[in-house]
């Protein structure tokens, strides 16, 4: 099967098993908006490879990823099209990663923030490397927390702490992610890629139907919280792009 994905997600095919790369890794693999368009289309695509039994997804160099490009996010801020285009879009990538059938192995080799995050939680089954970390800093830099943030935390973790990190936007080490419900295992750095491959391959072994059907009925859960908060927060983050936080946020990155 052909996919149509661009040079910022690098596709790489082990049997059954789809490893999908985020590949900037000179810029810690954050998100452009072509970037940001293939993974979104790429969950309907890779469903359609009659061949797929299971995804992992990781990234390139010593970053998961560092969540959203800055020049992307000054984008949103200074022109209306460009915000409206990414909202539809981060709508697009929740609903479908959580609609998709096949199993997705996130293999986190390094930091995981801000929509590096929310992805990494769409993820059936999160291995992290000793040395990484998560954060969600949406809120500490003046954006609501709702490119799933604010729907996939409290489902992995309780109410309290959902509110504690999405609030602060506070990094959590590795071992924290594990012990809260973040992450499923945490392994060396070097073999992070190779035990999430493995469990990948193992799930491809396993009957097709009988796993994506229960994987179906076990995302209900999360395809209700999306149904009932996701719209909301998005239009909340829309506007808080237009607060003066975010503006002198960018400022001072662009400083540095």
């Given at each position: 099967?052909?996919?149509?994905?661009?040079?910022?997600?690098?596709?790489?095919?082990d049997g059954g098993v789809r490893i999908?790369?985020?590949?900037?890794?000179?810029?810690?693999?954050?998100?452009?908006?072509?970037?940001?368009?293939?993974?979104?289309?790429?969950?309907?695509?890779?469903?359609?490879?009659?061949?797929?039994?299971?995804?992992?997804?990781?990234?390139?160099?010593?970053?998961?990823?560092?969540?959203?490009?800055?020049?992307?996010?000054?984008?949103?801020?200074?022109?209306?099209?460009?915000?409206?285009?990414?909202?539809?879009?981060?709508?697009?990538?929740?609903r479908t990663m959580a609609a998709c059938?096949?199993?997705?192995?996130?293999?986190?080799?390094?930091?995981?923030?801000?929509?590096?995050?929310?992805?990494?939680?769409?993820?059936?089954?999160?291995?992290?490397?000793?040395?990484?970390?998560?954060?969600?800093?949406?809120?500490?830099?003046?954006?609501?927390?709702?490119?799933?943030?604010?729907?996939?935390?409290?489902?992995?973790?309780?109410?309290?702490?959902?509110?504690?990190?999405?609030?602060?936007?506070?990094?959590?080490?590795?071992?924290?992610?594990?012990?809260?419900?973040?992450?499923?295992?945490?392994?060396?750095?070097?073999?992070?890629?190779?035990?999430?491959?493995?469990?990948?391959?193992?799930?491809?072994?396993?009957?097709?139907?009988?796993?994506?059907q229960t994987k179906r009925a076990v995302?209900?859960?999360?395809?209700?919280?999306?149904?009932?908060?996701?719209?909301?927060?998005?239009?909340?983050?829309?506007?808080?792009?237009?607060?003066?936080?975010?503006?002198?946020?960018?400022?001072?990155?662009?400083?540095?």
């Open positions: 099967m052909d996919y149509d994905l661009p040079d910022e997600l690098q596709l790489t095919i999908l790369t985020l590949n900037r890794p000179e810029a810690r693999n954050a998100f452009t908006i072509p970037m940001h368009h293939g993974l979104t289309r790429f969950w309907s695509q890779v469903q359609n490879d009659r061949d797929a039994r299971a995804v992992v997804l990781t990234g390139a160099g010593k970053a998961f990823s560092a969540g959203g490009d800055m020049s992307w996010i000054e984008r949103s801020i200074n022109d209306h099209a460009v915000r409206h285009e990414s909202i539809r879009d981060t709508d697009g990538l929740v059938a096949l199993p997705i192995v996130a293999a986190v080799n390094g930091p995981a923030v801000g929509l590096g995050c929310s992805v990494l939680l769409l993820c059936d089954l999160v291995y992290m490397a000793d040395t990484a970390f998560i954060a969600d800093p949406h809120v500490a830099i003046g954006l609501v927390a709702a490119d799933g943030g604010a729907v996939t935390w409290p489902l992995a973790t309780s109410l309290l702490k959902a509110k504690e990190y999405l609030y602060t936007g506070d990094r959590i080490p590795a071992a924290d992610a594990e012990r809260l419900g973040l992450a499923n295992y945490v392994v060396p750095g070097d073999e992070v890629l190779d035990k999430a491959l493995a469990m990948a391959h193992r799930l491809a072994a396993q009957p097709a139907f009988a796993l994506q995302n209900r859960h999360l395809e209700r919280a999306i149904s009932d908060v996701l719209a909301l927060a998005l239009a909340s983050q829309s506007e808080s792009h237009l607060m003066p936080e975010v503006q002198a946020k960018v400022d001072e990155f662009k400083r540095r």
